[in-house]
Every structure is written in C-alpha cells, then in structure tokens.
C-alpha cells in the first residue's frame, strides 16, 4: 500500500517552455501533498504543500509564480514549471500524506521527476 | 530554527559489520521521527517511524532506531549489514505549523557496504 506515482520520469525541454509534472497517490486519498527539489547530492528542500481544493502553501523563497501548484483531487496533484531555465533543472519530488490529524501524518514518496532545461 | 542534524555524511563498512547512523534533532516539542532510505535509482522508501511509545522501534529489513529525548536522537541501528543496503539515509523531523504538517530532512548519510 501507500504507492505514490510521478509523471513523467524525466523531461528535457527548451528554455522558455513549461513543464507539468503530475503526482498521484494510486492507492490511498491525499488531502495534502507535497513538492520537493532535490540537488545533486544534498537533501530534499521543501518548495511548497498543497491541499485538496485549496491554494498550495509556499516555502520562502520558492517563487509561486514559477512554480505553480494545482491539487485537483484528493489523488491528484500537479508541479508546472513555467518558462523553465536551465537553473530550474533538477530532480523533483513528491510526497502524499496520509492525512492523520496533528503531526502524526506520514509521508509516502514519489519516484521523482527528473528535469533538464536546455 | 528546528534542524535536523546527521553527523557521517559517508560510511564504508564490510558486509557483516554494525551499523550506527547518528540522527540529532533540534526541536522543543512534541516530535515525530523518521528514517527514510534511498536506494541508487530509486525513491524514497519509509524505514521506521516513532510517534509514541517504545522509544526503540524496529523497522523494515532488520532496521531499527532508537529515541533519546534527553540526547535529542534517534540513532538508526542494524547489527549486520549486507551489500544491498548501500544506500542513501534520511531522517527527518515532522513538524506541525500553520495548519499542516512539514517534513524537515538531514543532510543525508550514504553508505557503501563492501562485500
């Protein structure tokens, strides 16, 4: 159980284009799901929660704009990177919660996304 | 500001060996723990989890950690090693602000285990 799913797997676009990047909880409902970037050999760094039917909650620094966040439904959230630089290359990742009350929720990984802007 | 502290950022060991990987926390109230763990290509899986309870808790694959909250630790453990946990590991604090939940990460510790 608990299986996270990311689409696509790797993307190499143009500068200037966007790119969505789809997250999908397979076998349980999300109410929150969450976005990160990950730089070659460093940790996750959080950009921004989303919740189911609201507007997603940005970290500092993680432009809202560039980075815009939909959670269309409790399995479905979705990263689009506008007009993407080559600075924005990374690895993306997303995480489901298992919504528990408090701080007791846990998170179930995505694969990530792996984009490289041209 | 709540950190997360791992203190071997590389660690070699030789199948059969012990492993230690130290996970300190800065962080005054309740918390919630985590070991996650990546493995080369893949994604982030959950190890073990402490909410409550037995500080010692014991995860998949023989892993297991133990919560010292006077140490603000929580030490991940495993008595014997093989090749395929070369890996990279993760613990993360949860915190709870604003209304959700927000994982913060280690820096990480790969492990490169020699068979």
């Known amino acids: 159980g608990a299986v996270v799913s990311q689409h696509p797997s790797r993307v190499i676009c143009k500068s200037g284009t966007s790119v969505k990047i789809e997250c999908r909880s397979l076998?349980?409902?999300?109410?929150?799901m969450f976005w990160y970037r990950q730089f070659p050999k460093k940790s996750l760094m959080l950009m921004a929660t989303?919740?189911?039917?609201?507007?997603?909650?940005?970290e500092q620094g993680v432009e809202k704009d560039k980075f815009l966040i939909n959670h269309a439904s409790l399995t479905l959230s979705t990263l689009t990177v506008t007009s993407a630089h080559p600075e924005d290359s990374s690895f993306y990742i997303c995480?489901?919660?298992?919504?528990?009350?408090?701080?007791?929720?846990?998170?179930?990984f995505g694969p990530g996304t792996r984009l490289l802007v041209l | 500001a709540q950190s997360v502290s791992q203190h071997n950022h590389h660690v070699i060991l030789s199948e059969a060996a012990s492993l230690e990987l130290g996970c300190n926390y800065s962080?005054?109230?309740?918390?919630?723990l985590f070991w996650y763990v990546q493995y080369p290509g893949q994604h982030l899986q959950l190890l073990l989890k402490?909410?409550?309870?037995?500080?010692l808790v014991k995860g998949i694959k023989g892993f297991e950690a133990e919560f010292i909250k006077s140490k603000f630790s929580f030490n991940l453990r495993k008595p014997s090693v093989q090749w395929s946990d070369t890996a990279e590991y993760f613990c993360a604090v949860i915190l709870f602000s604003g209304g959700y939940n927000k994982l913060i990460f280690g820096a990480g510790t790969r492990l490169a285990v020699h068979p």
């Open positions: 989303s919740n189911e039917g609201s507007k997603a909650t940005y």
């Open positions: 995480s489901a919660g298992t919504g528990t009350s408090g701080n007791r929720e846990t998170q179930y």
């Open positions: 402490y909410f409550s309870g037995d500080p």
């Open positions: 962080y005054g109230g309740t918390v919630n």
């Open positions: 076998d349980f409902q999300a109410t929150t």
